[in-house]
């Protein structure tokens, strides 16, 4: 089930349509709180969502209040979180990102990028419940003082836990994976997002610029090539 909240009914309609057109189940909702009712009645039955799209420009509570409380619920705290609005300055997309954003698509967008991201996010979401990794990659990779446990889905810096948002594990963990290797942005885009949009590998930049923030003294392990892209090296 993906859920939508989005005030704008022409907006909401679309994408309700297009997503059921491609198979998946929608419940939409134009505020917060109206989303916020559903979700509390669901949790009753034991139905959560797979999925949030959340536009910024909400009445009441804003998409990124929305964003926050969401991950600092225990119940929705590891659900995936597209932002998908007309905000699309850096600074727009850092503060997303920063809330916890998983991915961040804005308007106006095409409706196949719309659907390949979230069928990309769903399914990474899919693989990291059901402990599922890529083929040939190790449970457990350490580069200089960061630790990444894949089966518990964990990430400490010198044994201290560090939270990320799922997208910035997924990055994390490509780079450890083969370190000293370098990724290219549109590399990274295809094996983090599971897309291939070259005009969005800026995306690239604001989730390493978050991620090193995160890691703190151990972000330094984040090394930038210049003009092609980033890899990790203690």
Known sequence: ????????????????YALRNAGFEV?????????????????????????????????????LSILKRLRSQSYTSQIPVMMLTA????????????SGAD??????????EFISRVKALLRRATNTATGATAPGT?????????????????VTINGNPCELTFKEYELLKLLMQ???NVFTRQEIMT?????????????????IKTLRQKLGNCGDIIKTIRNIGYKAEA
């Open 178 to 180: 083969k370190p000293g």
């Open 103 to 112: 991915d961040y698509l804005t308007k106006p967008f095409g409706i196949l």
């Open 27 to 63: 419940a939409a909702f134009d505020c917060g709180k109206a989303m916020d009712e559903h979700l509390r009645s669901s949790a009753t039955d034991n139905e959560k969502p797979d999925l949030f799209i959340l536009d910024i420009m909400l009445p009441g509570e804003d998409g």
């Open 191 to 207: 094996r983090v997002w599971g897309v291939d949009f070259t005009l969005e590998t800026r995306t690239v930049d604001m989730h």
């Open 87 to 98: 905000k699309g300055t850096e600074l727009d997309k850092v503060k997303g990102l920063d």
């Open 138 to 154: 190790e449970n457990t990779l350490q580069v200089g003082g960061i630790l990444l446990d894949d089966n518990r889905h964990i």
């Open 1 to 16: 089930m993906i859920y939508i909240v989005e005030d704008d009914s022409e907006i909401r309609e679309m994408e309700t």
